[in-house]
């Protein structure tokens, strides 16, 4: 993955990265629960990285899991 964003909303991002057949998948209860906000801007410089390492950067801000399998990436409130 390469990519460069500045303050840019983390559900923005997805948005973009379902344009490739990526899909995310998470319980919007449990995130608004939890206090957890995909409207958190991000600023991100990565090339050449994994998904796993992209997905981890662009999550980072947030107190989410974060698995992958294939092209579903499913997000999980973090124990407190």
Known sequence: F???VENVPIRAVMTELEKSAVTFVWDAAAFTE???D??????????GVTADEFLAQLFA??????TIDDRTVTLTPRAR
């Open 34 to 36: 939890a206090g957890i």
């Open 61 to 66: 801000p947030l107190p989410v899991n974060v």
């Open 2 to 4: 390469t990519l460069r």
């Open 38 to 47: 995909l409207e958190t801007k991000v600023s991100l410089n990565v090339a």
